[in-house]
């Protein structure tokens, strides 16, 4: 099982949102041993803004900015659980991962992502949380994961929140070793393929990368 835990927190290994994360990965460590865990912390990384060329529709994830994005894009690819983490700013995930996000929109079109399980965890100071869960769950089932669950609160319950993001480590392992399915999710998917296959037909030749994408995979 391999492991690839995201980190958008501007405060590196000390951010608070990642202290929570690896909770539920010495959970995972202590049910799995053979699981192979990566951390990318997106502070210590370049990415720059999505400029909107539409270059990585036309030939797949290529990309004129010349930064981090795409070594961390096919480590996403290769791993089969994605774990998000960011501090909620203003309601949202922290700047620096909805860049990376922004740069990723192919999985979305070709959900290239799918047969892979996620979880996301976010803290605030004291304020709304939640939405930030609901963001993350929204974006990776759009790209194809499988959504085990997430951890979200306020600083004050950080020992409860630690305690909950150890059971969703397990959760993560179930998941993984018994292949589980979450219809209501995998039923969405579908929905959404049926949305983008008129998207794909209608611009084979300005998407022409997708196009071919969905070609292989018989989905059109």
């Known amino acids: ?5 995201i980190s958008g927190s501007p405060r590196g290994k000390q951010s608070n949102t990642f202290k ?3 909770e539920a990965l010495i959970e995972i460590k202590s049910q799995y041993a053979g699981a192979a865990i990566e951390c990318v912390h997106l502070s210590d990384k370049d990415v720059k803004y999505c400029i909107g060329c539409g270059l990585c529709h036309k030939d797949l994830l290529k990309c ?4 981090d994005v795409r070594d961390i894009l096919q480590k996403m690819l290769e791993a089969d659980v994605i774990m998000f983490a960011s501090p909620v700013y203003i309601n949202h995930i922290s700047a620096q991962l909805k860049a990376l996000l922004d740069r990723s929109s192919p ?5 290239m992502l799918l047969g892979k399980y996620g979880a996301a ?9 939640v939405m930030v869960l609901d963001y993350l769950e929204d974006y990776m089932i759009s790209c194809g994961i499988q959504y085990v669950g997430g951890v979200s609160g306020p600083m004050s319950e950080f020992d409860a929140l630690k305690e909950r ?6 959760q993560i392992v179930e998941a993984v070793r018994e292949g589980k399915k979450f219809p209501d999710q995998l ?9 983008f296959k ?4 209608s611009r084979k030749e300005q998407w022409a990368g997708e196009y071919g994408y969905w070609r292989e995979k018989g989905w059109l």
């Open 198 to 201: 008129d998207a794909i037909s």
């Open 107 to 111: 999985f979305i079109h070709c959900q």
């Open 1 to 5: 099982m391999k492991i690839l835990c």
């Open 187 to 195: 039923a969405i998917m579908e929905v959404r393929r049926r949305f």
């Open 121 to 129: 965890f976010a803290t605030s100071g004291g304020g709304p949380h």
């Open 165 to 170: 993001a150890r059971s969703l480590g397990a």
């Open 64 to 67: 004129p900015l010349r930064d």
């Open 20 to 22: 929570l994360t690896e």
